[in-house]
């Protein structure tokens, strides 16, 4: 069964597991093996963002196994403290098997019960599991960001997606 709950800094050996694997499918914003993320670092992470109430550092478990994770990340000021910028990576093991929807469906109840309005994202356009469940869990494509990213010698789209609350 899988439990979904904010990440606690002991979790973040883990989860920079799951980010590596996640990056190493060459659809995140790092290419495979370009970032190095210390457990250190992100455990000082997890703890500053989970201190912003309508932020946090969100984990998909199943017996004390990271599956996956889902940041979400609010700012303060005024005229955008209503929203939060989401990041989301499943481990390749556990992809296809409702660990991102899980986590979705929670971290939208969570985003509804700290009154965000606005949840929003962005996601390569040829990764299209990705795509289908945001469009599944009620994210949109509001708009197309050309040559965003430059991945294996050529230019790529990004869409960005949000959901209204």
């Known amino acids: 069964m899988i439990e ?4 606690e800094s002991q979790d973040a050996g883990q989860i920079v597991q799951v980010i590596k694997n996640a990056e190493d499918s060459g659809y995140m914003m790092f290419n495979p093996g370009e970032r190095q993320v210390s457990a250190e670092s992100f455990a000082k992470f997890i703890v500053t963002l989970n201190d912003n109430v309508k932020s946090g550092v969100f ?6 196994q990271v599956l996956g994770y889902l940041i979400a990340q609010n700012e303060t000021p005024q005229r955008i403290s209503h929203r939060a910028y989401i990041v989301a990576g499943v481990h390749s093991d556990s992809r ?3 660990v991102g929807k899980a986590l979705f469906a929670h971290v939208i109840a969570w985003a509804k019960s700290v009154h965000l309005h606005r949840l929003e994202l962005t996601v390569i356009v040829e990764n299209l599991p990705a795509v289908t469940l945001y469009r599944k869990m009620g994210f949109e494509i509001e708009g197309v960001k050309q040559d965003s990213l430059f991945i294996n010698d050529g230019y790529v789209d990004e869409y960005y997606m949000a959901k209204l609350l």
């Open 59 to 64: 984990i998909a478990c199943e017996k004390q």
């Open 4 to 7: 979904i709950r904010k990440a």
């Open 96 to 98: 296809g098997k409702g």
